[in-house]
């Protein structure tokens, strides 16, 4: 595995079609050679998860909707082979339920799990990220979703340096 997208996505409310935020980076030869990251505003002005990540309505009532920052998540997205995320299952669904809303085609990658992976490569439980981060001292701003990106690729490079086989890790 060369090349791949670490994603995280912040939410506003229950629905997975409300990301307020997403982080990206990339990871090209074995180190991280970018990050983006994106404020996005919602469909809807509902925040019940502010007390989670600190975003309002007020912080992205400007920002571009899903489908207006949609070129430049998609492109940054075409850089990588992959897309990785922790607890994947979770930004896999936030990223179809954006793009359906959108009108968009979700990219066809495949998905790769960290939280699979730390418990494959490490046995770290509880799988939290802060707790895999603690384990690998990987600096990181829990809830920031460029900083969970960051980690998840930093994740996966120790799993990558420490032999594990990311097929393990694979979500269909």
Known sequence: ???FVAIDF????HRPDSACAV???????GRIADTAYHLIRP????FVFTWVHGI???DVAASPSFAEAWPAIAAFLDQGDTIAAHN?????AVLTACCRAAGIEPPPRSFLCTVRLARTAWRVYPTKL??????LAIQLDHH?????ARACAEILLAALQDGVDPACATIN
């Open 56 to 58: 309002t309505w007020a």
């Open 1 to 3: 595995m060369k090349r």
């Open 88 to 92: 994947a299952g979770f930004d896999r």
């Open 23 to 29: 982080g990206l980076a990339l990871v090209a030869d």
């Open 10 to 13: 912040e939410t506003a409310d």
């Open 43 to 46: 469909p809807r002005r509902e």
């Open 130 to 135: 802060p707790d895999v981060c603690r384990h």
């Open 144 to 148: 920031h979703a460029a900083s969970d």
